[in-house]
T-cell receptor, first 112, second 115 residues
C-alpha cells in the first residue's frame, strides 16, 4: 500500500524567514506529485506539479518554489516568508495519466 | 474556466437524518467528478468519483450520481452519524489522462451531526 508522509506537521515562522516543507511517498514507483495550499476555512488551490525527478511545473506565483530531488520526494520552499503564506500545505500523489489525487496529512504553517 | 458550486457554509443535522449536499459544475466535455471528505487537521480523503453520465459513485453509505443534463453531482446519505461530521468537497478534473493533477474544488460544506 502507498503511504505519503509530510513534514513537519506544523510550523510557526516569522515573516521574512526561510521555509522548507517536505513530502515523501512510499510504495509507489514514479508517481506524479503535487503541492496544494488551503487557506484557513478556504478551498484548495494547486501550487506545483511534477511528473518526474528534476522537473517541476508552477501553477500559481506565490513567491514559493518546489523541487523534486528524488523519485519519492517533493520539497516546497521559500527564502522569505510572507504573512499571506499562512495556511495548510498539502502534498498529493497520483498514478501517471490518472486524475485521482491522494493527499497527505498536511503541514499547518503560521507566519507571524 | 472550470468551476464547482456546492452548498455553502454549514449543514447541521441530527443522527439518522437524511443528508443532501448540492454540487453543480461548469466544464466542457465529460469531466471526472469527485467527492472528498476532510476531517479536522487532516488532508482530504477520496470518498468516490464518477466519470460518465448516470454513473453512481458510492462509499461508506454516501452516494452521488453524475448527471450531465443538470451538470450536478449531489452527495446524499440516508442516515448520518456523528462520525460523519467533517468538511465535504466536490471537485472536478477537466482533462482526462492529463498529468497536471489540477482538480477544481468547491468551497467545501461543513457537516455537523448532533447526537
Amino acid at each position: 500500500a502507498q503511504t505519503i508522509h509530510q513534514w513537519p506537521v506544523a510550523e510557526i515562522k516569522a515573516v521574512g524567514s526561510p521555509l522548507s516543507l517536505g513530502c515523501t511517498i512510499k510504495g509507489k514507483s514514479s508517481p506524479n506529485l503535487y503541492w496544494y495550499w488551503q487557506a484557513t476555512g478556504g478551498t484548495l488551490q494547486q501550487l506545483f506539479y511534477s511528473i518526474t525527478v528534476g522537473q517541476v511545473e508552477s501553477v500559481v506565483q506565490l513567491n514559493l518554489s518546489a523541487s523534486r530531488p528524488k523519485d519519492d520526494q517533493f520539497i516546497l520552499s521559500t527564502e522569505k516568508l510572507l504573512l499571506s503564506h499562512s495556511g495548510f500545505y498539502l502534498c498529493a500523489w497520483a498514478t501517471g495519466g490518472q486524475n485521482t489525487l491522494y493527499f497527505g496529512a498536511g503541514t499547518r504553517l503560521s507566519v507571524l | 474556466g472550470d468551476s464547482v458550486t456546492q452548498t455553502e457554509g454549514q449543514v447541521a443535522l441530527s443522527e439518522e437524518d437524511f443528508l443532501t449536499i448540492h454540487c453543480n459544475y461548469s466544464a466542457s466535455g465529460y469531466p471526472t467528478l469527485f467527492w472528498y471528505v476532510q476531517y479536522p487537521g487532516e488532508g482530504p480523503q477520496l470518498l468516490f468519483r464518477a466519470s460518465r453520465d448516470k454513473e453512481k459513485g458510492s462509499s461508506r453509505g454516501f452516494e452521488a450520481t453524475y448527471d450531465k443534463g443538470t451538470t450536478s453531482f449531489h452527495l446524499r446519505k440516508a442516515s448520518v452519524q456523528e462520525s460523519d461530521s467533517a468538511v465535504y468537497y466536490c471537485a472536478l478534473s477537466g482533462v482526462p489522462g492529463a498529468n497536471t493533477g489540477k482538480l477544481t474544488f468547491g468551497h467545501g460544506t461543513i457537516l455537523r451531526v448532533h447526537p
